[in-house]
């Protein structure tokens, strides 16, 4: 199967949730899908030395390494894959590609615009030389959320009117919930907005073909204090009796201005008690609308306007059909698919994405854009007012 | 409006729960239908003198009696109510049909099947006089239930192939829910089957447009004794110490093979805990499908097969548009009925009926061919074997 | 029941959608309910003197007059029921309760915060003579939202983070729908954020106890001409060729800060295609959640964080036990009710608060600041900038 | 992480459907669980050598083979896993484990009830050598489905009254969907009864820890005949003119009684049309209720009976917390799993119990016992009453 298939050897660099995560995906593409290129996950870094080793070892990488400048040196490696914190994406990705390594970058792109400017650059830079990047904005390839785009661009909602998009989850709800790196500006970058609300924004983007031009915002730190965490490595860990500043927000929400103009209401937030990861999506245009909601991920809803009243409503279309993107690769209908299929599905497109020589999506200046509308969230909640998205 | 209208002067025999709902249904038709005659509200009749005059004043009837012979030779009487326990059902209607009045009965239409022949026999002689006589299952009068009918005529389901109905109900689940008149077999002459049961055997045929040839069916009384009440005039009622024999079912299963050929599933219960009111109806055929629960009363969900699999669904059609059976007599889309609508939409097509002088639906013939229905799921059970039903 | 109770003599000024609503709800209500007061349906106004007749006999009302002065000189006339559109509501109610009338007047209280300051300062004035002023947020008297509220009222929600509420209609898609006096400024004052938005509004804060301190919204109008209507009397009509402006709203969006300190993101548009009547209320605290969509009225979904998280999440009561508000007069479990009882509940509890002698609620003040939410809203989408809501 | 524990060398025969679901599992669970034995994928085994060849590269077996028999006389294979179709599990289960090799057989566990007393004897026998046979019941390994045996087994459902079950797919639907193995009682031994009705039968005993003693039920064969497909080796393929008998049961339903008395309702079609994969399952006890349905696999609805009745109601339970069984392997909260990880906690808990030496569920002896109930609802059906099943 894989065996004469030109390989692509991987180095991951970070091997906490996103390397598990992307670690699954590298593994199970190509027993799936027919790649034209065989992934090889050659390498894992991280900076301790034990915790790396072991996580080589667990997720199914060769070897391990602490130094990720070493993995850029290596010259076997093709691709290299960031899955740390924010805060140190641009330097990573701008020295693999730099490097010649492609790259696959996980979201936000960064922690400021100017960081996402300067991998943009740097992306656009390496692409004259058949070298490319991406972004991890992986929830666009669940299913349900590519049958929407698609039923969107094949205008079957019409002109689009409304967007109504919301990022919930609970997480944060308990006050006494420790500091995490996540909790942390200088690491995280951003609180619910860069993490969760940056998913909404360029999902919406990407299902409308549009993207969003102003916004008026608000962000909320509703517990301003928490537990510092002994080991802050992960999102959760023992809390001791210190209690250190959160210095992101809890909370976002913000109305948006579309290209097209069509009204959008969104809200990201770590504080929706009882919801747990309710990525939920409505638009509605002239001639239909579509609603999703990623805890029931497996399912799109539908409202085509041009059936008669009489008999017309929300149909729920279960995206499991083997003519639904990705789907013929899985089970037969009725047979869901996870969370993690959405990153096996990223590895599938980004991979033929480099086998054709074509620039794989979302690009950095995908990433970028939404950075740019984050920032006008940010801004427009400190001046009180609509803030326009540099184009 | 209604002032020039020849008058329909109603007498209603029991006052309890369906007394109230048959006399907001009265007073309420023609506030809302054109109807053709002006039903005026005479009298209603019951044992208890005070308890009546009291129901009189309160449900808005003009006067009271203790005798319903007395309301049948009332020659101002055009019309009889029966909403008594099934044990006088026969003995009213067939006197009140002989009297010349119209009959609306309350189902199940008898506690026997030598009743209800009975009664039918009375209402095909009262016929050829012009005389009517009306069973009252009043949930095909849903807008959603109309709809599902008119969907399968309409052939929009194909070759219909499963049906499975349940009608669950919890108010029994508690051991020490006192006994009431419905829990004896004397008056109310079965149990979960011929109470709830009946009107999912009465929807499923009216939906298919079919009758059921033949079931196998198992009743189960789960709890066998329960506080004798101090009244058994109600639903509830103060229970004593004293505890007495429950004779009727709490629960029937049945399987049933339909006309058509279709397979039924059929399920009656007063012990599904958690559900209140649920009654729950999908049809399978080759060409799409339908889903009702009446715990959401205004919703119809109807699979349309023909819609190609990608984005195909079932479909939540909320069945408020003026265009729907009944509903442009009420409220703009999306502003849902209740429970007791149903019941004026059945006194709008009696009385409609009657003006046309054409035979309401459903007929007492309907209403015995329920009745035996339910005596073969009794039979089955006792025999332990499929039964057939008498043509 | 009702024969030796004192009356109260209603005139109701207006018979269009919302005068079939009061017609139906004053009809029924002392069937159901034990008033202390009798209704008697009196007289019902307008300005076509064959359209009111005509009215009169099909709601139910003793007389008809084209004069609502004739009906405030009337000393018979106990409460005037002011159904009109919001340009008249000021001037008739004002006067009405000048002379003497208790006053129930439709939503939104006027077409603009100094008409609605009169009418709160005039219904001040009354009080102090026991004359009482109500106006008409119907929703919350659906047992749903009433329990809703309790449940924030008894502290099951801890402290409230979030609001997100919706109220989304689709009557306006098609750009070919008529101009109505809905779309009229002059007549309507506002469009979707007036006539929907403003229930969202009174609904979250009703629920929340709490008021709306700040606001940052956008208006929108979608289609700006609409074919001139034959007759402007009613939500629909037929369409001629000529066009004209529409001059109010098609949707409406904002954001909102509530005095307790949660982030509310608020919706009210006639473009939502596919949803007919959905009022959706979600609100997350500390300690829980509750979820409402008045497409599914009977239910309401609440999230008790204090469970065990192995087996939380939120739970689908539906309210329609004898211990829910306003349930007991009706049907046993799960025996819906429709959209016309909140109308039926919002009489009772207003005939019952005249008997007591003490203020029904909501008051004229609260349409008032309910008003003041609208305007700050209004200003905002013009200055696009954030706006406080006077105290 | 896996390089100091013992190996377990796999083989496993048959590489269609379920040998791509068995493979993924083998391949992950290592990765996501600390398992203490390291699965080896050494071989897989088909009758096509070309076709075994294709699918060990493409789903990651170190070599294939063509005879199942030489993988029986490798002494380096430790298991046997069986998903070839239900007419060779006997021959080759039994073999494997006079060869003393442990297997997973796939479901159901024969074509007939004699097979699978042989097979259970084979086991018992290889049992008092530490040799163990499971059989793959795959659906009692959703999260879901074990928190609602955990509920039943600490009373919390209290006395169960009922069950109803459906496994409701629509594959068939179309009356020109060819000829499969499926469809052949030669090679499948039953249709949707032992196919998908197994499953139920199976999930229901299970979650109530109780067997069915008695059934009636009914098979029926709707479309006859099918064209015959060219290639039958899998669940498709192209359509020819000529058309062969189908020879197993398109539908299934059944009554059933289970041991505690509790009344059962079951129902396995591949007719239901817009039902792909609908594994519905509710109970209903004295003290609350389950529901379940596998088109939402990570949802577990629970009605606690013993809350009060203002604020009960079946709560929606998302069964992704880190506490719900083998969830802390996988993802935060929120972040559902999908069809295949069944087959990975599957695999987890088989090699676990290997490594124990204790007995995997469930057994041959639990194969053979829902194999009974089949074999009951089959007699039932040909002698139209009720049949015990054998203990």
Chains 1, 2, 3, 4 share one sequence.
Not at 77 to 89: A, E, F, K, M, N
Request: a negative charge; charged letters at 20%.
């Amino acid at each position: 199967m894989t065996e004469h298939k030109p390989a692509l050897r991987v180095g991951m660099i970070g091997y906490a949730f996103m390397g598990a995560a992307h670690s699954q995906a590298w593994r199970t593409a190509p027993h799936f899908f027919d790649l034209p290129l065989a992934p090889e996950m050659a390498v894992v870094c991280g900076r301790n030395a034990a915790g790396v080793a072991e996580a080589a070892a667990r997720l199914g990488w060769a070897s391990s390494s602490t130094s990720w400048r070493s993995v850029l040196e290596d010259d076997t490696i093709d691709l290299v894959d960031v899955c740390t914190p924010g805060d140190t994406h641009a330097e990573i990705a701008i020295a693999a590609l730099e490097a010649g390594k492609h790259v696959l970058c996980e979201k936000p792109l960064a922690n400021s615009v100017a960081e996402a400017e300067a991998m943009t650059a740097a992306a656009e830079k390496a692409a004259a030389h058949g070298v490319r990047a991406m972004v991890g904005f992986t929830y666009r390839r669940v299913p349900a959320i590519a049958l929407a785009r698609k039923l969107v661009a094949d205008g079957r909602l019409g002109e689009v009117r409304h967007v109504r998009a919301q990022y919930l989850q609970d997480w944060l709800v308990d006050a006494d919930a420790p500091l995490s790196w996540r909790l942390d500006k200088a690491k995280a970058g951003s609180g619910a907005l860069g993490d969760i609300g940056a998913h909404v924004v360029d999902l919406t983007q990407h299902i409308l073909g549009e993207t969003i031009h102003e916004v008026s915002g608000q962000l909320e730190t509703f517990v301003k204090e928490r537990p510092v965490a002994e080991s802050s490595s992960g999102l959760s860990g023992q809390a001791g009796t210190e209690r250190g500043p959160v210095t992101v927000d809890d909370a976002a929400v913000f109305l948006a201005r579309f290209g097209g103009g069509a009204l959008g209401v969104f809200e990201a937030t770590r504080f929706a008690t009882g919801r747990k990861n309710a990525i939920r999506i409505e638009v509605n245009g002239s001639k239909g609308s579509i609603a999703f909601d990623f805890e029931d991920m497996n399912v799109l809803h539908f409202h085509d306007a041009t059936i008669d009243d009489l008999e017309g409503g929300f149909r729920r279309i279960v995206v499991t059909e083997a003519g639904h993107p990705w789907v013929s690769a899985w089970w037969p209908p009725g047979h869901g698919l996870g969370y993690e299929h959405g990153f096996t599905h990223q590895v599938v497109d980004l991979v033929t994405a480099l086998a054709d020589g074509t620039q794989p999506e979302p690009s950095f200046a995908d990433g970028l854009q939404v950075q740019r509308v984050l920032a006008a969230v940010e801004t427009s909640s400190d001046t009180r007012s609509w803030q326009e998205v540099p184009a």
